[in-house]
């Protein structure tokens, strides 16, 4: 758990059960983040430059976010045709557009313009100021979508956009770069490149690209990344949900500098200042110290039959949100794994479930039961863990 000394650069700390994400940093030293609560409902923090925090409440799930020209915030809403926007003195407006609507709007333009992928990368829809629905094409060949995520979109530094697709390419206004990996996340730098972060392989690299589409790919040292930040400097800054960051310089020099809390997501406000979130804090610059350390987890390692009606035991070190997966080796797997999900006052036990067609083919034939558990923390230290049980007569 961090420190005391570690909470100085706190500006939000929500419950076990609650979970911040979404983190935007504004022109003018404040910043956005989402705030997703029980039930359902997502409120959006509003943290002024001068550290008070104003919430906007009670949105649906709220899609994508992006910053427009005057500091405001802007999400895709409960429907295609409508939008959020939260300005920065705090307060919510929504905004109907008409059909079919910007899923998530990722991207702004000075001229006050909001501007979104297609799933498969091949159109852009540009929204106006007027409201106006325009659809371009972004010089992509339709690609395969990931699931639920979209194509990533930024704006780059001269005003151009630069857009990634699944087939390892990306484009600004005539450019068109081969990466060497696919695109997880970019930022854009100040001269008109972008940072490129590539999960396909181990460890994680980072790809600065200049705007005349020149490259250089630098390794990350250490493993799973989950966000990048441009810095002023030309740097970019690496999140690995870890107690450190890590700089490298558009030479590929890396540094791993120490950070106030286990950061998931990162961004650089209009001043140069660093902000710094993760599932259960957003924190304002590098102050203070942080442990990191997630609850430790316990599961048997074989069960027997009748026991595995009630559920296999695991055991969390301490006070945590934990949810637990489970899946039987069997022919006829359940079609989508129900988890089970438990808020923990204290170090203690529970029971995870297993779905009741996967036991009755089991008690036909013995077998293994692979459990898969993810804690998370007051610290928003979030840590992952498999387990394989056996289940004996």
Not at 260 to 279: C, I, M, S, V, Y
């Amino acid at each position: 758990m961090c420190s005391t000394s570690a909470s100085a650069a706190d500006v939000l700390r929500v419950g076990l059960r609650e979970e911040v994400h979404g983190l935007l940093a504004g022109p003018d030293g404040g910043a956005y983040a989402q705030v997703e609560r029980p039930g359902g409902k997502t409120d959006v923090a509003r943290v002024l430059p001068d550290g008070r925090t104003v919430l906007a409440r009670g949105f649906p799930l709220l899609d994508g976010g992006a910053l427009g020209p005057d500091g405001s915030a802007w999400y895709g809403g409960d429907r295609r045709s409508r939008l959020v926007r939260v300005d920065p003195a705090g307060t919510a407006h929504t905004v109907a557009v008409p059909e079919p609507g910007l899923l998530a709007p990722l991207a702004s333009a000075p001229d006050g313009t909001l501007w979104g992928p297609s799933e498969e990368a091949e159109t852009l829809t540009r929204l106006g100021p007027d409201g106006r629905l325009e659809q371009t094409a972004s010089g992509h060949d339709p690609c395969s979508p990931r699931g639920l995520d979209r194509p990533p979109l930024v704006r780059a530094a001269d005003g151009a956009l630069w857009l990634a697709d699944e087939c390892r390419v990306l484009t600004r206004d005539g450019v068109v770069v081969e990466l060497p990996g696919g695109a997880d996340a970019l930022a854009a730098d100040p001269t008109g490149g972008v940072w490129v972060l590539q999960g396909d392989g181990y460890p994680y690299e980072v790809v600065h690209v200049t705007a005349d589409g020149r490259l250089l790919a630098t390794t990350l040292p250490r493993g799973s990344a989950s966000d990048i930040a441009a810095a002023p400097d030309g740097s970019v800054w690496v999140a690995f949900r870890r107690c450190t960051v890590t700089r490298v310089g558009a030479d590929g020099q890396v540094t791993n500098v120490p950070a106030p809390l286990a950061a998931k997501e990162l961004a650089f406000d209009g001043t140069g200042q660093l902000w710094l979130a993760n599932r259960a804090r957003l924190a304002r610059g590098l102050d203070g110290t942080c442990d990191g350390s997630a609850p430790r987890v316990r599961v048997p390692r074989r069960t027997s039959l009748a026991a595995l009606r009630r559920g296999i035991p695991v055991t969390v070190s301490g006070r945590a949100h934990v949810t637990a997966y489970t899946t039987a080796d069997v022919k006829e797997p359940a079609f989508s794994a129900t988890p089970t999900t438990r808020t923990l006052p204290r170090a203690g036990r529970f029971r995870a479930r297993v779905a009741y067609s996967e036991r009755r083919q089991i008690e036909r034939s013995p077998t293994t039961v692979r459990v898969v558990v993810s804690v998370t923390d007051d610290e928003g230290n979030e840590e992952g863990h498999e387990f394989r049980v056996r289940v004996t007569r």
